[in-house]
Each structure stands twice: as C-alpha cells, then as structure tokens.
C-alpha cells in the first residue's frame, strides 16, 4: 500500500519560515509525480509545486521566489521549503502523489482529492498559519 504523512506545519509570523515534509512508502519516486497542494477555509483546492518523475518543477506564481520543492531518494521523503511566509499562505497543505505515466486533470470540487482526482495517493493535511 502507499502511504503518505506529511508534517511540518506551524504558527509562524510573517516572513518567517518553515519545511514541511512528506514520508511515502510503497513508491518510488522515480516512478512517481509529486506534489503539494494548499486548500485554505473557504476557497479551492490549489496545486503550489510539483515534480514530475523526470524532475521537471513547477511552482504556482503565488509561490514562486519563495517556496522550493525537493525530494530526498534516501529518506523517501518530499519536502517544501517555505521563506518570507504571508498571511495569505495560510492553509492546509497537503502532499500527493501519482504513478507514472503521469496523468493531469482537475474536477470543479473545492475538496482536493475530488479536484485533483489524478492523484490518488494523499497525506492527511498539515496546518500552516501565517500572522500579520
């Protein structure tokens, strides 16, 4: 079975700083995509940063300049490196992953696995809130 626990979230101020992590067993990341999404009270469900198994990246503008996606081969692990954190970064955020051949679609749910139901493997969620 695959498996995915993310951690790492927190109270922070604004600018400061935080990593989250993501564990997954049972897949391999060189047959996998990754990514992490945010869904903050109220709003859609939103794909930040992914890596594709070939190391493509890609970061939403929102994040861009600010947040670095990374994967660790030995640990297994995915992490989000989050700088110069906003209020408005406050979220939920969750990791997710998808086997290869990766596929790429989106639903009009707000909920994260309904929206982005090409990713069938999810982390429970790890809170992060931003204070002014």
């Known amino acids: 079975d695959v498996q995915l626990v993310d951690s790492g979230g927190d109270s922070v101020q604004t600018g400061g700083s935080l990593t989250l992590s993501c564990t997954v067993s049972?897949?391999?990341?060189?047959?996998?995509?990754m990514a992490w999404f945010r869904r903050a009270p109220g709003n859609d469900c939103a794909l930040i940063s992914s890596?594709?198994?070939?190391?493509?990246?890609f970061y939403t503008d929102a994040v861009k300049g600010r947040f670095n996606i990374s994967l660790d081969n030995s640990k297994n692990t995915m992490y989000l490196w989050m700088k110069m954190l906003k209020p408005e970064d406050t979220a939920v955020y969750y990791c997710?992953?998808?086997?290869?051949?990766?596929?790429?679609?989106?639903?009009?749910?707000?909920?994260?696995?309904?929206?982005?139901?090409?990713?069938?493997?999810w982390g429970q969620g790890t809170q992060v809130t931003v204070s002014s």
């Open positions: 997710a992953a998808q086997r290869w051949p990766l596929k790429y679609g989106m639903s009009t749910s707000q909920e994260c696995r309904a929206r982005y139901f090409e990713y069938p493997y």
């Open positions: 049972g897949l391999s990341f060189d047959m996998a995509g």
């Open positions: 890596v594709a198994n070939d190391g493509k990246i």
